[in-house]
């Protein structure tokens, strides 16, 4: 009986939602924890649609960052992208960066380009193409050019510190600890806090996915860049 009881209970609620208008729907939405909405998006056909429309992202945007409006388009190589992708921006800025002013939604959207890139199936960028392209979205954006090496190392960190630990990551990180080194002027080079970060990733989190012979090739590599290094990093 109760079972029944509660599938009657889901129809009912199915049915009265059914009826109700994509606006109606959409503010109830976006009233909601958005830790939720991947799942409530997988309900019904219908609401999908609404979570892949620019409707109910604007709203979304609206409703969670009021002054995004009041926001300038800006010159750059990173694109700002429509609500669901300055949604996303302003998320990150605001959860992983904790910053409340203007430069959240740059970081946020540099943060989404950089992990987006990095994570791509086949080979990513070098990072010295993907860490000059931040550098110069910072610089169009009229910040100066410690500033901008500054906020491009805070990015670099939080997406690594962000990557899933799988095997396309190990092997990114180990690609990105064997890149030669290049001469580049400052602000283009990448600060030694990222590539400390890099190795220290490989020697904690992946170490056991090492075979000897690529461990000592890239433990070598530590040892010329970083002195002296850490006693955990050592021993296979």
């Not at 976006?30 to 109910?56: D, N, T, Y």
């Not at 805070?154 to 799988?166: F, K, M, P, S, T």
């Amino acid at each position: 009986m109760t079972d029944n009881r509660d599938s009657d209970t889901l129809i009912l609620v199915d049915n009265s939602f059914g009826r109700l208008p994509d606006h109606l729907l959409i503010e109830i939405f976006i009233r909601l924890p958005v830790s939720e909405w991947a799942q409530i998006s997988c309900v019904k056909k219908q609401w999908a649609s609404l979570f892949l429309g620019e409707c109910l992202w604007q709203a979304a945007l609206m409703r969670t960052f009021p002054s995004a409006s009041q926001a300038k388009r800006w010159p750059g190589p990173i694109p700002q992208g429509l609500s669901k992708r300055r949604f996303a921006a302003l998320y990150v800025g605001k959860h992983i960066f904790a910053l409340d002013d203007e430069i959240d939604e740059i970081l946020g959207l540099t943060y989404l380009f950089l992990k987006e890139q990095l994570e791509l199936s086949n080979m990513p960028p070098p990072s010295g193409i993907l860490h000059g392209t931040i550098i110069d979205q910072f610089i169009t954006c009229g910040k100066s050019r410690d500033v901008a090496h500054e906020l491009a190392s805070q990015i670099w960190l939080a997406v690594l510190d962000n990557l899933d630990e799988n095997q396309h990551t190990f092997l990114l990180l180990k690609r990105l600890a064997l890149e030669g080194d290049v001469f580049l002027p400052f602000p283009y080079s990448r600060s030694i806090k990222v590539q400390w970060r890099v190795f220290e990733k490989l020697f904690t989190d992946f170490r056991d996915c090492f075979d000897p012979a690529d461990y000592y090739d890239v433990l070598a590599i530590a040892k010329n860049k970083f002195q002296p290094i850490p006693s955990a990093w050592l021993g296979f």
